[in-house]
């Protein structure tokens, strides 16, 4: 159920609608739009009983959403979500695209240092590397852990790069929450619902990446999990699904893009790297990626690929990144976008 609040309403009015709502058990998710304000009920099995909701002051409309997803929805909020970084410029899902640049994992403090700075310089403005790494084999690199995360806020302070980073399970989620900007869940842990329901209890955006077979729906159910506990800086994740391609890693399925950008209010990114396991592959989709109107690019960088402790294969070098930001650049405003000014590096510091 949703209650549509009228243009004029006034917060009180707001505030005593969503303490009905909470009184009668159910919870009450505000969801201000550029018109009005929306409150999103959540928590009922069946039909709230809308007569008592119509009558407050300052309702509009109670309505009936009848997908399953509700706050991932664009009939609970029509204009699309910007999530906005304090104390910088960055964002993501507004007309500036959003760049997320660095290894698969962080190796140590001077191959992290000496990525971050190539990307700072090419105008990136995330920069992501793993500390805990969700390996398919038990014997291969899991990840430096805390000291990855410390390393990477050393970053942060350094060249004013948003870190974004995957929490592995409820006992990284912590130390993760601390440190980075960006909480990635990764695509095997896409329906870890309880992971998912503790980062909704966080006030960090999420970076949710899409399972290897989810479906749209799935994607968005799970981004529903992340909302329905009161975080709604969730930002979905395209990476390929599989399929019985065999000249790539996995599909990167950029259909998902204008199909979620229909339904969904929620930033939709496309993480060329995994999406095709093939560094020969990675600019040409990335390029394709804006095309589609993605809100911006995931990409693994790294500057001895051939050493790299995970995702060499994929990883692109610094002087192939600088050229996808070109590239980027160019295609950006046909579809209406941007690459953001490059950010400010302090050449002293350096
Ligand atoms: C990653 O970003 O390095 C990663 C492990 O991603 P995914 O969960 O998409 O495989
Ligand atoms: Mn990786």
């Given at each position: 159920m949703l209650v549509v609040m009228k243009a004029q309403a006034t917060p009180e009015e707001i505030q005593a609608v969503c303490d009905h709502i909470e009184q009668l058990g159910f919870r009450a998710h505000p969801l201000p739009g550029a018109q009005r304000t929306a409150i999103g009920i959540t928590g009922n099995q069946g039909e709230v009983d809308r007569g008592n909701l119509e009558e407050l002051s300052g309702v509009a409309e109670v309505i009936r959403v009848s997908k399953a997803y509700k706050l991932a929805s664009r009939d609970v909020k029509e204009e699309d979500t910007i999530i906005r970084f304090a104390g910088t410029d960055a964002t993501i899902g507004g007309r500036d695209l959003a760049i997320v640049a660095g290894p698969c994992s962080i190796e140590s403090r001077d191959q992290a240092f000496a990525i971050a700075e190539q990307v700072a310089a090419s105008g990136a403005q995330f920069f992501r590397g793993g500390a805990y790494k969700p390996r398919s084999s038990p014997y291969a690199f899991q990840g430096l852990g805390l000291e990855a995360l410390r390393i990477m806020a050393e970053i942060r302070n350094r060249y004013g790069l948003r870190i974004v980073t995957e929490a592995l399970d409820n006992e990284s989620l912590e130390l993760v929450a601390e440190y980075a900007d960006v909480i990635q869940i990764g695509a095997r842990n896409m329906q870890n619902f309880s992971l998912l329901k503790r980062a909704g209890k966080l006030r960090k955006p999420v970076l949710l990446k899409r399972g290897l077979s989810a479906t749209l729906e799935e994607f968005l159910m799970s981004a529903e999990y992340v909302m329905s506990e009161g975080n709604y800086e969730v930002i979905l994740c395209e990476r390929g699904v599989r399929t019985?391609?065999?000249h790539a890693r996995n599909t990167l399925d950029l259909s998902i893009v204008p199909a979620i950008q229909r339904v969904s209010h929620l930033p939709i990114m496309v993480d060329p790297?995994?999406?095709?396991?093939?560094?020969?592959?990675?600019?040409?989709?990335?390029?394709?990626?804006?095309?589609?109107?993605?809100?911006?690019?995931?990409?693994?960088?790294?500057?001895?690929?051939?050493?790299?402790?995970?995702?060499g294969?994929?990883?692109?070098?610094?002087?192939?990144?600088?050229?996808?930001?070109?590239?980027?650049?160019?295609?950006?405003?046909?579809?209406?976008?941007?690459?953001?000014?490059?950010?400010?590096?302090?050449?002293?510091?350096?």
């Open positions: 019985f391609t065999d790297s995994h999406g095709t396991g093939r560094r020969d592959s990675v600019l040409p989709m990335a390029r394709a990626a804006v095309a589609t109107g993605a809100d911006g690019i995931l990409v693994e960088v790294h500057n001895q690929p051939d050493k790299a402790l995970s995702d294969q994929q990883s692109i070098y610094p002087i192939q990144f600088a050229r996808m930001m070109d590239e980027i650049a160019q295609i950006a405003p046909i579809v209406s976008r941007q690459l953001p000014r490059g950010i400010h590096v302090d050449a002293a510091a350096v």
